[in-house]
């Protein structure tokens, strides 16, 4: 509704003087965060003054800005065919292909722009985030040429750092993380980083507590709390272990490591039931590998022995057996259930001498991997000939 004598809402007049008369009101207009206006001046600014090369970059950049990027693509194009040595140009053209994901125009634009400038930080990063898309490892190389040219850009430092971790170098990554953390001591994203470097470092602890900061800081996400707790389990803190473990399952219910864990964790406790359900449902989840669904059989194996339920244990163990017949102690749970629980001899003698027959059968660097198999195997040796004994003389078993 408009006022008495109000009119209503008019296009400015557009200056009718030189290129710079245009450029100023379009650059007033910017500032005021009116880019549709500032747009228009420009267009119409180009209608009088074709030929103005800084209304012309002026109105590319906002194009750019706004994301009307075929727009901006042309003047881009135009401005590197009249410079071939135009740098800016160059980046916005491999800007606009990465949008686009046009990545194998992306990285010749890259190669050329740093052709010119090679310490173009921009270029770099993009060129790094390009490569990393692709999973390219040749992106360290670039990230480390612009950690050198610039030491504190954190962008710059994350990925050089992930990227460390990701190619099995985790202690690469953690210099990287620390540079930034003495700075910025609250970054919640590189604390986590480094909790993750620690932990595939085997510094169990140092990960916990590098993951408990950032999630006193804040931090709420399911990766946290899943290797704050994963960390924990690993240290043998079983309670807080279940602590961050629990709420890792709420915030990602899918994620069958975290109830592995959990349910290996609970298993510890009093919480047998829970740990079969978590221990169950890592087993929906998981991928078919059979040495992991094996151990997680034998995990549940565990938990029925210590409740005493025997029968059970027997039969989790017999499903570990089943699924990896490369790891031969389940066999041996199987035979020492029904040796030492059941106190069926005849039964425990079979599966005694399956554990042996499967040690004779594996290689000697398989078997170098457990340091308990040979004192196990000769307390199964004496146990064999002991039950011969027993059996001979109950019922004459020869």
Known sequence: ???????????????????QEFYLKALSEIR???????????????????????????????????????????????????DSGNAEAWLKLAEIASFRQQYDRTIPLLRHLLDIDSAN????????????????????????????????????????ANWHIQLGR??????????????????IRFLKLLGFAAYKLNDYTAAAEHFREAIA??????????????ARYLDVSFPEA????????????????????????????????????HLEKSLDLIKPDPAVIARIYSEQGNIMRLETEYEK????????????????????????ILDNSLQRSREALADYSLFLEVLDRMPADALGKNSQIPTIRGIVVDRIELLREELFFRDGFD
């Open 1 to 19: 509704m408009l006022l008495c004598g109000q009119e209503p809402d008019r296009t400015p007049d557009l200056p009718e003087g030189d290129p």
């Open 32 to 82: 005021a965060g009116r880019t549709d206006s500032a747009l228009r001046t420009l267009q119409a600014a180009l209608q009088l003054h074709p030929d103005s090369h800084v209304v012309k970059r002026l109105l590319a950049a906002q194009l750019f800005e706004a994301g009307a990027y075929p727009e901006a693509n042309t003047y881009y194009e135009s401005f590197a065919r009249e």
């Open 121 to 160: 930080l921009g270029g770099l990063v993009l060129l790094g985030e390009t490569l990393t898309r692709m999973n390219d490892t040749a992106a360290v190389a670039v990230y480390e040429k612009a950690h050198r040219l610039l030491p504190g850009n954190q962008q710059v430092s994350y990925a050089l």
């Open 170 to 187: 985790p202690g690469y990554a953690v210099p990287l993380c620390v540079q930034v953390l003495e700075k910025d001591t609250t970054n």
């Open 217 to 230: 800081l804040g931090d709420s996400s399911a990766f946290s709390f899943k290797y704050a707790g994963i």
């Open 242 to 277: 279940i602590r961050f473990l629990t709420v890792a399952s709420r915030l990602d219910s899918t994620d069958a490591e975290v109830h592995f864990f959990l349910g290996t964790s609970l298993g510890t406790t009093t919480r047998k039931k829970e740990a079969m359900f």
């Open 313 to 336: 244990a027997y039969s989790f163990y017999q499903k570990a057996w089943q699924a990896d017949t490369t790891n031969p102690m389940a066999v041996y749970y199987m035979a020492s």
